[in-house]
């Protein structure tokens, strides 16, 4: 069956860095576009950052453009969310989600893991 499963969250100082993971299984990787997701408490789920299947175009949130770093290895059939900079409010649940099309909307994703805590203290 699809599995996603992010690890590598954690508790961080405000300025340092972070790398999730997540491993994938249960399909076809390389034929889907991989994203992440996140959701601070009392919050809605917001877009992180999604690569295309081929690993050739990556789109960000304005939040995160310029810190965080989205890439895949296909022969792995894992992604990866390089996290720099990070700031309080960064603070979250982190989601890996898969989806048949390039968006920025949770509604293009179809399967999701567990997600990861990333904490950021200040």
């Known amino acids: 069956q699809v599995q996603l499963v992010e690890s590598g969250g954690g508790l961080v100082q405000a300025g340092g860095s972070l790398r999730l993971s997540c491993a994938a299984s249960g399909f076809t990787f390389k034929l889907y576009n991989m994203a992440w997701f996140r959701q601070a408490p009392g919050k809605e789920r917001e877009f992180v950052a999604v690569?295309?299947?081929?690993?050739?175009?990556?789109v960000y949130a304005d939040p995160v453009r310029g810190r965080f770093t989205i890439s895949r290895d296909n022969a792995k059939n894992t992604i990866y969310l390089q996290m720099n900079s990070l700031k309080p409010e960064d603070t979250a649940v982190y989601y890996c989600?898969?989806?048949?099309?390039?968006?920025?909307?949770?509604?293009?994703?179809?399967?999701w893991g567990q997600g990861t805590q990333v904490t950021v203290s200040s």
């Open positions: 690569i295309h299947r081929d690993g050739g175009s990556a």
């Open positions: 989600g898969r989806g048949a099309t390039f968006t920025t909307r949770d509604s293009g994703y179809d399967r």
